[in-house]
């Protein structure tokens, strides 16, 4: 079960800790359903992480995020464009939560050579934004 956490100063937003195996096995056992799911839901965390820093740097629709790997996947452009620009919100929410990026290098070639490995090393970098982000100390205004 993943591990459920508040998101600070989001107003009651949540996120989660998944297991990075997780990710990819329930992907590829549900024939990707679980997938689109995920990839709405990381997309929606980062989105209420980025309103609570007060930026739309961390993306502000997760529908569309959801679209264009869904359906947007037949065109293939535009799924492979809500890969990369939903790989650098992630490198961003960790930049705000002040834990060393994910390495884009890296992410490329998992993205080709094994794409469910990409997932887990994704879900890697937001669990340790959601956890550096629950316990860093309030910041004065």
Do not use: C, H
């Not at 056992?29 to 709405?40: D, G, N, P, Q, R």
């Not at 679209?67 to 492979?80: D, R």
């Not at 390495?103 to 937001?126: C, H, K």
Request: proline share 6%; hydrophobic share 50%; charged share 10%.
């Amino acid at each position: 079960m993943a591990e459920q956490i508040e998101i600070p100063g989001a107003g009651g937003a949540t996120a989660k800790i998944r297991n990075i195996v997780a990710v990819p096995i329930l992907a590829i056992v549900t024939f990707a359903i679980y997938l689109f799911f995920w990839w709405y839901f990381i997309n929606g965390e980062m989105a209420d992480y980025g309103r609570a820093k007060g930026t739309t740097e961390l993306g502000t629709s997760p529908g569309r995020s959801l679209l264009a790997v869904s359906l947007g996947a037949l065109l293939i452009v535009p799924a492979v464009w809500s890969t990369v620009t939903t790989f650098q919100r992630v490198q961003a929410t960790q930049r705000m939560a002040g834990t060393t990026p994910i390495n884009g290098w890296i992410g490329l070639v998992l993205f080709l050579v094994f794409t469910p490995a990409m997932w887990s090393y994704m879900q890697s970098g937001l669990n340790s934004a959601w956890r550096a982000a629950t316990t860093a100390p309030p910041t004065a205004a």
